[in-house]
């Protein structure tokens, strides 16, 4: 990616489990944490990305995506999800404001979650918890239930 690079980041893959879900939604989520990562990368050091994730105990799958950007106030850990909700000025950070709105969205549709930690100039991790079991995705079904996958 040329803003990885441009950063002079580096993205780590630990180990991923298999997850049965929708190939292209679930790129569009790796790609809107990764460019979240970039966009709010801490200029005084390079910026480290890693994926990785586990089977949790209850039988669903835990994926993290961590990094070491400028981080924000744990106390607006939700807030980050809400669409067109800023925590910075668009002058400092460009952006839409939607991206983290619509990688949640994707991951509620799936039967899962998509939960923000951060500190303020630490970085931020992001825990995307799925079950075994895909979503079904119709629209016509607004409770969405759980098929084999």
Same mark, same amino acid.
């Given at each position: 990616?040329?803003?990885?690079?441009?950063?002079?980041?580096?993205?780590?893959l630990g180990t991923l489990?298999?997850?049965a879900a929708d190939r292209a939604q679930f790129r569009l989520v790796a790609e809107i944490l990764l460019d979240n990562a970039?966009?709010?990368?801490? %200029? @005084?050091?390079p910026l480290a990305v890693t994926f990785d994730g586990m089977e949790r105990p209850d039988g669903s799958v835990?994926?993290?995506i961590r990094d070491n950007g400028i981080g924000f106030d744990p106390d607006h850990g939700e807030r980050?999800?809400?669409p067109l909700v800023r925590l910075h000025?668009?002058?400092?950070?460009?952006?839409?404001?939607?991206?983290? %709105? @619509?990688?949640?969205?994707?991951a509620e549709r799936h039967g899962g979650q998509l939960i923000a930690q951060g500190e303020s100039g630490i970085g931020?991790?992001?825990?995307?918890?799925l079950p075994r079991q895909?979503?079904?995705l119709s629209q016509d079904d607004p409770k969405s239930t759980l098929q084999p996958g």
């Open positions: 990616d040329a803003k990885l690079s441009a950063c002079g980041g580096s993205v780590t489990p298999d997850i970039i966009q709010y990368a801490d %200029a @005084t050091r835990e994926i993290r980050i999800f809400e000025s668009r002058d400092a950070y460009p952006g839409t404001g939607i991206g983290l %709105a @619509t990688a949640r969205k994707i931020a991790t992001f825990t995307l918890i895909k979503a079904s």
